[in-house]
């Protein structure tokens, strides 16, 4: 008996990061969006675990991705059993598409994706919000995998709340180009940069006033775009701000850093597709190439 669930990648449209707590962790304002690209987790119940051998294993076609207990999916597999005493064996195999250290949320989707996938083989014990509990256990952005809708995130990110449905209408469908260098940037780094300057800190009455102004109107998904960490990015990686500069520029997008980066986005609108659409973005593709490189990664989505 065997489940595959999709583990959809998320970006950040609005991102706030407003100041230090005394956890460690960082209070921000933020949303995000699931998107119509990401891996594929499978797991395989192998029966009550009988001997010595681990009780979850897991397999990835990504090389560079650990498979030790250091992996978000195993961390959250061992949550799942603390949780409910569950004693099945489960092997799990990750196809992965998202790339590594990029701020578009992969780990923390694997992780909801094997929670899933063991609430459903083990005939669901765990009820939405005690998943929802778990999952927050796990990584401050893991409770968004929860919800397939654009969400805001509060607190370190495990405080989840609905967009209103003319808010959400208005990203969904939303066609968007990701694309990321062959370097990643490091979460705990970017946020330890924050730390220490202090500086690229968003008062938090000024991130919810420009939030909820957004919410209340009318206006493009463009003019929602926003992310304060890349200031700490930008300093270091100028490479990710000419380019960002160029592709408003000559193309006119709204393009912004995911997260904490590496990978960033340009919204390409939520119209069909025609002939004058698919050349401007192969020409947005050939710039992106042509300033990083051919290594550049580069994917086109969907916001759901």
């Not at 498979?67 to 061992?78: F, G, P």
């Not at 256990?137 to 809708?149: E, I, P, Q, R, W």
């Not at 062959?182 to 968003?202: N, V």
């Amino acid at each position: 008996m065997g489940v595959v669930l999709f583990s959809p990648a998320k970006i950040n449209l609005f991102l706030a990061v407003t100041g230090g707590r005394d956890d460690g962790y960082h209070e921000l304002v933020s949303v995000a969006a699931p998107l119509d690209f990401g891996d594929e987790l499978t797991a395989e119940d192998g029966g009550p675990r009988a001997d010595d051998r681990a009780q979850f294993t897991l397999e990835c076609d990504h090389p560079e991705l650990p498979v030790d207990d250091s992996n978000l999916i195993l961390r959250a597999a061992r949550a799942f059993v603390v949780a409910t005493g569950w004693g099945q064996r489960v092997a799990f195999k990750l196809t992965k598409r998202i790339p590594l250290g990029a701020g578009l949320g992969g780990g923390s989707s694997n992780a909801v994706a094997a929670l899933r996938a063991l609430n459903q083989l083990s005939g669901g014990r765990l009820g939405e919000a005690r998943l929802a509990e778990v999952a927050s256990t796990l990584g401050s952005d893991c409770a968004l995998f929860l919800k397939n809708a654009p969400v805001v995130m509060r607190g370190r990110g495990e405080r989840i709340e609905a967009l209103p449905a003319a808010a959400a209408g208005r990203l969904r469908g939303q066609r968007v180009l990701l694309f990321k260098p062959s370097f990643a940037i490091s979460t705990a780094w970017a946020y330890g940069r924050m730390a220490a300057g202090g500086a690229d800190y968003r008062p938090a009455g000024d991130a919810e006033a420009r939030l909820a102004a957004w919410l209340r109107g009318a206006a493009p998904v463009g003019e929602l775009l926003f992310n304060n960490m890349e200031g700490v990015a930008f300093e270091k990686y100028v490479a990710l701000p000419v380019l960002l500069e160029r592709l408003r520029r000559e193309f006119g997008v709204a393009a912004r850093m995911s997260g904490s980066g590496s990978a960033c986005f340009a919204l390409l609108g939520g119209t069909p597709e025609n002939g004058e659409q698919t050349d401007r973005r192969a020409r947005m593709k050939h710039l992106i190439k042509g300033c990083w490189g051919p290594a550049a990664w580069v994917q086109e989505a969907q916001i759901v």
